[in-house]
């Protein structure tokens, strides 16, 4: 069993940057690809980026340039770097894991591919 928890949301201007992160409990947490994901009101929940064990990244073709997954094995932590924010990423922003090591390009964006998820965090951009 994993257990995640994500921190580093909160309210920010327009052009800001914020750094999320989602801590995992377990001793495998090298093994696991991992991703984030955020749903906005009233959407379905929407594919950001996904890291898998070795460090390949894969990212959603709307955040490509302003967001960076990252991953610290040793601390048990995957991170996602905000730039230049926008009003329409306000959304709450989902951290998951997968027992597969790589899930990449075909599988990444698909939320069944990810096995626990955790509570989310919220990001509010104001214009």
């Known amino acids: 069993q994993v257990q995640l928890e994500e921190s580093g949301g909160g309210l920010v201007q327009a052009g800001g940057s914020l750094r999320l992160s989602c801590a995992a409990s377990?001793?495998?947490?090298?093994?696991?690809?991992m991703g984030w994901f955020r749903q906005a009101p009233g959407k379905e929940r929407e594919f950001v980026a996904t890291?898998?064990?070795?460090?390949?990244?894969y990212y959603a073709d709307s955040v490509k340039g302003r967001f960076t997954i990252s991953r610290d094995n040793a601390k048990n932590t995957v991170y996602l770097q905000i730039n230049n924010l926008k009003p329409e990423d306000t959304a709450v922003y989902y951290c998951?894991?997968?027992?597969?090591?790589?899930?990449?390009?075909?599988?990444?964006?698909?939320?069944?591919?990810?096995?626990?998820w955790g509570q989310g965090t919220q990001v509010t951009v104001s214009s």
């Open positions: 890291i898998d064990w070795s460090g390949s990244t």
């Open positions: 998951a894991a997968s027992r597969r090591a790589h899930v990449g390009a075909q599988l990444g964006y698909i939320v069944s591919s990810y096995d626990y």
């Open positions: 377990g001793r495998t947490f090298s093994n696991y690809a």
